[in-house]
Nanobody, 127 residues
Framework: VQLQAFGGGLVQAGGSLRLSCGAS????????MGWVRQAPGNDRELVAC????????YYVDSVKGRFTISRDNTKGTVYLQMNSLTPEDTAVYYC?????????????????????WGQGTQVTVSS
C-alpha cells in the first residue's frame, strides 16, 4: 500500500486548506488512519486520527475546533480539513496508517501508533 498526500500549499493566516491522502491498493478500510505533521526543528506530532469504522476521532489540543479528519472507505481516501490556520500550523503533513492489526478497536493517539507513512505535503501559513 502506498499513501500519497495532496492539498498542501501557501495560505494566509485565517485561511483554510483541505488535505487528502489516497491509498494505492490494499485493505485501506481495515486500518486506523492519522495525519502527522513535522515542522523544522520539531518532532513529528500526531495531529488527528480516525478509526477504521469512522466511529472514533482524536485531535491534538492545538487543532481542536479548527481541523476535521474524515475518511471515505469506498474511495480509499482520508481527509484533513484545516480552518483558521495560523503560522504555527506550518509543517510538512503526512498521512499515516496503523498497520498493527486490522479492525483495531483502540484508536492510537500517539504518532508511534502509525507505522506506515506516505509522502508528505507542505503547508505554509503566512502571517
Amino acid at each position: 500500500v502506498q499513501l500519497q498526500a495532496f492539498g498542501g500549499g501557501l495560505v494566509q493566516a485565517g485561511g483554510s486548506l483541505r488535505l487528502s491522502c489516497g491509498a494505492s491498493r490494499g485493505t485501506f478500510s481495515a486500518y486506523n488512519m492519522g495525519w502527522v505533521r513535522q515542522a523544522p526543528g520539531n518532532d513529528r506530532e500526531l495531529v488527528a486520527c480516525i478509526s477504521w469504522n469512522i466511529d472514533g476521532t482524536y485531535y491534538v489540543d492545538s487543532v481542536k475546533g479548527r481541523f476535521t479528519i474524515s475518511r471515505d472507505n469506498t474511495k480509499g481516501t482520508v481527509y484533513l480539513q484545516m480552518n483558521s490556520l495560523t503560522p504555527e500550523d506550518t509543517a510538512v503533513y503526512y498521512c499515516a496508517q496503523d498497520t498493527s492489526r486490522p479492525y483495531r478497536p483502540r484508536l492510537g493517539t500517539s504518532g508511534n501508533d502509525y507505522d506506515r507513512w506516505g509522502q508528505g505535503t507542505q503547508v505554509t501559513v503566512s502571517s
